[in-house]
Each structure stands twice: as structure tokens, then as C-alpha cells.
């Protein structure tokens, strides 16, 4: 893992973000987990090793997929919040590599001396480290796709499960929920990211082939991006009224034109689908795999509405009210299917990019059947 950031350290388009310094700035932001002793941190480590292990059966059971069976292509890492956010520097490396590179071939004529360029580094590093502290405090597991792709990568081709111990401990402490029950929850949400990239092996480089687009876009229309971040940040102000319809969020808000538009459009049905599907398997567990999970999704559900003034601003710059509804939107759509074509005639969705979603199928489920025959 080192060898891979001094490598994206020495690119010149890695240079216009100082990945190493995004770590250190999260790690040292992050807010401290909850108090634990080694024997409880040892414990809840063999413990959540244990869920991500036993969960994968059911997720085949559930989805009828016949990738999840005896699925052994990705690591499976208990991670503190640090290390999710190394991590997620890592992947965004990879996300972003293209874009960058091709912003700096765009400004070739433009010439930063080197004490210039890492001052802009390190701005933006510092910038992202600090957006990686509040978010790995929030999350509780995550596949990463992409991380093999990465030069020197050691993960194996599937990816790397995530899963952040003391964000787990301290949601199931704050709940007083049974903690076997929720982690066992939680990683079969997670392993269904793990099984849908199984199933549809296309889908990675399809996705990075999207967010490429899309991140082009962005940083290719660099000159008013400053312009167009101001004024949505300034449109946060008129957001907190209470009735206010939730929006995608305000760095969101950048893309204008139509190509900017479509892919976000692609990408927020992609990710509805996904994030969709995985709720609908978790939930699809009863009390005989999940003793408490009844009480499981009512606190889960109701945990969300106390959040403090600062965390609901930086929620709605980022857009992470958008990726709720994603989960509810997604959710809908894949019952709707379920309902109408069995989870078998769901599982087309998986066979190619022609047979994902767009996004107004994923708001009316009747359009997608109809243009599958089902």
C-alpha cells in the first residue's frame, strides 16, 4: 500500500492532490471511538470476521445469485476510522486519476512552480482529509470495488469489504441493541455490494467509466467551478426551512450542462439500484436469522432525526440526505420487481449495462419491466 502512494505522489496528476496528507488529516480530525479494551476490541474484530463470513449464504439464499456461492474473491478488513479513510484516499485515487490527468493536459500551457503546485496539494489534501474525518465517524461498512485497480495493489481482484469496528460498537451501544444480531445486520447489507459485483463483472469498469465522465466534466470546467461552488454553498442558507423538499446537495448542485446532467442521472440510478437491492436482501431476514431484527430497523430508522445544526449543513453540502433516498428510492424499484417478476426476473439487471436502470425507471418500476419483457 506505501509503495502505491509514493508512486500516485510522484504522477503529475496525482501531484494536484496530496493523497498522503487527505490520510493524516483524517486521521487526525476523525473524533475518537467509543472506549473499548483490547479484549473487547479483539472481541468485536473475531465477531464481525464472523458475520461478514456467514452472511454471504444468505445473501445467495435471498438473491437466488449464483455468484454468492462460496464467494472468496475479495479481502475482508475490520478497519479502524483512520484506515477507512487511507483507504477511501486509495480508491479515489483510482476514481479520479483520468480526470486529473486530463485537467492537467488541459492546462498545459499553465505552468506552477514546484513549491506552487504542492501548496495547492496540500490545500486540497487538507480539504479532502477534513471531509474524510466527519464521513468516517458516519460509516459503518463499505465495498470497495475498486481498490485492485490501484498500481501495486496487493487486494485481490474482487475488492475489499470494509468494515469500521468502532462506528458498528458505537451504533449498536447508542441503540442497545444485541450486538451479534446488528453486525450480522449490517454485513449482510454490505456483502450484497460485495455479491452484485460478483454477479456483474462489467460493472466496475462501467462505473469508473461514468464517474470518469462525470469528474472530467467537473474539474474540465475548472474556471467557473469556484464561481458555481459559492453560490451553492450560499443556496444552503435557503434550504433549512422545515417542509423543505431534500435536494442532492450543494456540491451537487455544480453540474449545469447536459452531459454533466446525464451522467449524474446514470450514476444516481446505478447507485439507487445498489444501494436498493442491499437494503431489500437486509431487510428480508427474519427473526429466525435475526432474532431482534424488528427492533433492529425501528432504531435504526428513528436514530437520524436529533442531528445537530453543523452535521445537517455538512449532510446537505455533501449530499448525504441524497444517498438516504437513494436507499428508499432503489428499495421501492427492486420490491416493485420482486413483486411482478420474482427476484429471478430482477436478477436481468445484473447481465448488462443495456439492463440497468434509468433513473426515471427506478421512480416508476413498470417502465423498466416493460422494456425487459417481464
Not at 460485495?194 to 474540465?220: C, D, T, Y
Amino acid at each position: 500500500m506505501g509503495s502505491m502512494e509514493s508512486q500516485q505522489q510522484g504522477t503529475p496528476a496525482q501531484s494536484l492532490i496530496n493523497w498522503e496528507l487527505a490520510a493524516s488529516t483524517a486521521a487526525r480530525l476523525a473524533p475518537p471511538g467509543p472506549a473499548m479494551s483490547p479484549s473487547e476490541i479483539g472481541q468485536a474484530v473475531n465477531s464481525l470476521r464472523r458475520s461478514a463470513e456467514i452472511s454471504v449464504p444468505h445473501v445467495h439464499e435471498i438473491t437466488g445469485l449464483e455468484a454468492a456461492r462460496d464467494l472468496h474473491d475479495s479481502h475482508v478488513l475490520v478497519v479502524d476510522r483512520a484506515s477507512w479513510s487511507k483507504a477511501n484516499t486509495q480508491s479515489f485515487a483510482v476514481m479520479l486519476q483520468p480526470a486529473l490527468q486530463q485537467m492537467r493536459d488541459s492546462h498545459k500551457g499553465v505552468t506552477l512552480s514546484p513549491a506552487a503546485a504542492a501548496t495547492s496539494g496540500a490545500i486540497t489534501g487538507s480539504q479532502l482529509g477534513a471531509v474524510l474525518a466527519f464521513l468516517s465517524s458516519k460509516v459503518l461498512g463499505q465495498y470497495d470495488p475498486f481498490a485492485a485497480l490501484a498500481p501495486d495493489s496487493k487486494t485481490p481482484p474482487g475488492g475489499r469489504l470494509l468494515l469500521v469496528a468502532p462506528n458498528i460498537v458505537s451504533v449498536e451501544r447508542e441503540l442497545n441493541v444485541d450486538p451479534d444480531d446488528f453486525r450480522l445486520w449490517v454485513c449482510l447489507h454490505e456483502q450484497t455490494h460485495r455479491v452484485q459485483f460478483a454477479a456483474a463483472p462489467w460493472l466496475r469498469h462501467h462505473m469508473l467509466e461514468e464517474i470518469e465522465k462525470l469528474s472530467s466534466n467537473l474539474l474540465g470546467n475548472v474556471d467557473s467551478l469556484m464561481e458555481r461552488a459559492s453560490a451553492a454553498a450560499r443556496s444552503l442558507r435557503d434550504r433549512s426551512a422545515p417542509g423543505d423538499i431534500p435536494r442532492r446537495g450543494a456540491i451537487l448542485d455544480l453540474l449545469q450542462n447536459p452531459e454533466e446532467k446525464a451522467s449524474l442521472s446514470h450514476l444516481t440510478a446505478v447507485m439507487s439500484l445498489l444501494e436498493g437491492h442491499a437494503n431489500v436482501v437486509m431487510d428480508a431476514v427474519d427473526s429466525s436469522l435475526v432474532p431482534s431484527v424488528k427492533t433492529i430497523r425501528q432504531r435504526f430508522n428513528d436514530r437520524g432525526k436529533d442531528r445537530g445544526v453543523i452535521e445537517k449543513f455538512i449532510r446537505s453540502l455533501l449530499g448525504l440526505d441524497a444517498k438516504m433516498r437513494q436507499y428508499s428510492d432503489g428499495a421501492k424499484f427492486v420490491r416493485a420487481v420482486v413483486a411482478v417478476a420474482g427476484m429471478e426476473g430482477l436478477n436481468r439487471v445484473w447481465e448488462s449495462a443495456e439492463h440497468l436502470p434509468t433513473e426515471e425507471e427506478i421512480h416508476d418500476a413498470k417502465l423498466w419491466l416493460e422494456r425487459m419483457g417481464l
